[in-house]
């Protein structure tokens, strides 16, 4: 997944970032403030116990993190350190940036050492906006080629057409919109490719689509809940449920 969202020009580590927040807002909950030693003991239990990882604090001044680089973490070892980073930054306010990174390899093993420095404020996520709306897009895909949507009238279409095909009268009532204003988007997505209209049986006319919704960002703001973590959920399958959403 995460290559081929790459090799269309998806930024994942900023996802990554966005759920190493989410999940770090939902373990620390209400939990009381304390100091930066009983801060970073905390995280490495929390995100130990919930990525299945082993992480080792072998040194508080300066900070260095040793965690084993196998099998998924592999990939997503920066994720889980951004979680354990931004739990030390909730419980402490001590907010740390990476200063240098080691590797040590062995026969049965791979661990990589972090060693973490003190900066200044935490680094925020701007949000681009034009005339006060939130510009809205999605994502969809045709035997390996993608499209980019900015109409999320035509978006919504797709989604629901991708169930099953369906017909204008289905349609309309999806919509809260003008008949008129349906029936426009749906003639432009037909001249784009993206619809085909078909004839039932009984003659009646049905739209189908063989396009694929492959990432559409929701419409109302995300909420840190978003990121589903569970018994039946680990770390791992709970960032893709978030990437999903």
């Known amino acids: 997944m995460s290559t081929y969202m790459k090799s269309i020009g998806i930024d994942t580590m900023m996802l990554e970032h966005g759920y190493s927040e989410s999940v770090a807002e939902i373990l620390v909950g209400s ?17 130990s116990e ?15 993190v040793i965690v084993d680089s196998e099998g998924l973490l592999k990939f997503f070892r920066g ?9 030390v ?6 907010n740390l940036r990476l200063d240098s990174e080691e590797e040590f390899r062995s026969e049965s093993s791979s661990r990589v050492k972090s060693v973490f420095l ?26 390996g080629w993608t499209k980019v949507i900015t109409s999320m009238v035509q978006a919504d279409i797709l989604r629901i057409l991708f169930s099953r095909p369906a017909g204008m009268q289905d ?6 919109m003008p008949r008129s204003t349906l029936a426009y988007n749906i003639g432009k997505m037909i001249e784009e490719g993206m619809l085909r209209l078909n004839a039932g049986d009984d003659g009646a ?18 909420h840190y809940s978003g990121a589903v973590l569970s018994n039946r959920r680990g770390y791992f399958d709970g960032f893709l449920g978030y990437v999903a959403q």
């Open 31 to 47: 939990q009381d403030p304390c100091g930066f030693e009983e801060a970073v003991f905390d995280a490495r239990r929390l995100v």
């Open 50 to 64: 919930l990525a299945g990882c082993s992480m080792c604090i072998f040194s508080v001044s300066p900070l260095t």
């Open 79 to 87: 994720m889980v350190l951004d979680t354990f980073l931004s739990i």
């Open 89 to 94: 930054r909730r419980l402490s306010g001590v």
């Open 118 to 143: 003190p900066t200044g404020a935490a680094d925020t996520c701007h949000r681009f906006e034009s005339k006060d709306f939130e510009r809205r897009f999605a994502i969809v895909e045709k035997n």
């Open 171 to 176: 349609l309309v009532g999806f919509f809260d």
């Open 205 to 222: 006319g049905f739209y189908s689509t063989d396009y694929r919704l492959f990432l559409m960002p929701g419409g109302s703001e995300k």
